[in-house]
Nanobody
């Protein structure tokens, strides 16, 4: 069983920054790629950023490229999402999730374990 617990969400003004963290309770954290997704009201869940098991490869959605940075600490079993220059359209619930196969990272259905999410609200 894998547990993923997100933290760090909150309310921030446009242009500000937040750092999300996801703590994994699992013996096999180092073996899997990890991703951050978000879901805004009335919209589908979308990938934000993904990092490979070693941290050597990353992917970002076009909407966040250059503003968000995903990182992981395999000694602490955590994966973080540093968000800068936040925009109101970044408002959503943010989820971390585990994906068994790094190339197949875009579809939520490819992820096998999910956290409960943390709310990020960006005011204009």
């Amino acid at each position: 069983q894998v547990q993923l617990v997100e933290s760090g969400g909150g309310l921030v003004q446009a242009g500000g920054s937040l750092r999300l963290s996801c703590a994994a309770v699992t013996r096999t954290f180092v073996d899997y790629a990890m991703g951050w997704f978000r879901q805004a009201p009335g919209k589908e869940r979308e990938v934000v950023g993904v990092i490979s098991a070693t941290g050597g490869d990353t992917y970002y959605a076009d909407a966040v490229e250059g503003r968000f940075t995903i990182s992981r600490d395999n000694a602490e079993d955590t994966v973080d999402l540093q968000m800068t220059r936040l925009k109101p359209e970044d408002t959503a619930i943010y989820y971390c999730a585990r994906v068994p196969s790094y190339p197949h990272i875009l579809a939520p259905s490819n992820y096998d374990f999910w956290g409960l999410g943390t709310q990020v609200t960006v005011s204009s």
